[in-house]
T-cell receptor, first 117, second 110 residues
């Protein structure tokens, strides 16, 4: 299947700093990527849809100024958690569809664990 | 919007037995139903999927069934092995977005 990578896999930062997480589609192009947040023992919560060449679409309740998304190319989307606080600690996962339609088979990255001290 | 419910939330089976996880959905426009396996600290992995024009799909020990009339679909794992232990998520897509179930933690007891 298609491969999606994330970097870093785990990051620990101090409160108030910003953290950037990268999501890459390694063997296919993705005009759309999705960012999810997952709390322990819970399901995935869609945060936003990243669109190459245009602004991201955020889900209700997600602060766009807090979670900055940039879809720089057809293989890279970044999520920047600005001024991180302990409550932002979570598992962040991206996914990308492996076809032209935005909701075809989704392939997930391995996730990034963010711990804010 | 779509509402996906998944049961059970936890499931323990003896090695070699079968495991069944069930999901229901509410939006009749949903037409794509994938299942994901998530191991601790890792991202979800697609294990099998089914589209609304098919009633059943099988891949070795894993099978998925879909009942469009009743709006439910199920994951069947036969001859379970300890490495099948993980959290399994179902999802439903209506062509615009994915909606995930709440997950099932499967434990296969050796």
């Amino acid at each position: 299947g298609a491969v999606v990578s994330q970097h870093p896999s785990w990051v620990i930062c101090k409160s108030g700093t910003s953290v950037k997480i990268e999501c890459r589609s390694l063997d296919f192009q993705a005009t759309t990527m999705f960012w999810y947040r997952q709390f322990p023992k819970q399901s995935l919560m869609l945060m936003a849809t990243s669109n190459e060449g245009s602004k991201a679409t955020y889900e209700q309740g997600v602060e766009k100024d807090k979670f900055l998304i940039n879809h720089a190319s057809l293989t890279l989307s970044t999520l920047t958690v600005t001024s991180a606080h302990p409550e932002d600690s979570s598992f962040y996962i991206c996914s990308a569809p492996a076809a032209q339609r935005s909701t075809d088979t989704q392939y997930f990255g391995p996730g990034t664990r963010l711990t804010v001290l | 919007g779509e509402n996906v419910e998944q049961h059970p939330s936890t499931l323990s089976v003896q090695e070699g037995d079968s495991a069944v996880i069930k999901c229901t959905y509410s939006d009749s426009a949903s037409n794509y139903f994938p299942w994901y396996k998530q191991e601790l600290g890792k991202g979800p992995q697609l294990i099998i999927d089914i589209r609304s024009n098919v009633g059943e799909k099988k891949d070795q020990r894993i099978a998925v069934t879909l009942n469009k009339t009743a709006k439910h679909f199920s994951l069947h794992i036969t001859e379970t092995q300890p490495e099948d232990s993980a959290v399994y998520f179902c999802a439903a897509s209506n062509g615009n977005q994915f909606y995930f179930g709440t997950g099932t933690s499967l434990t296969v007891i050796p």
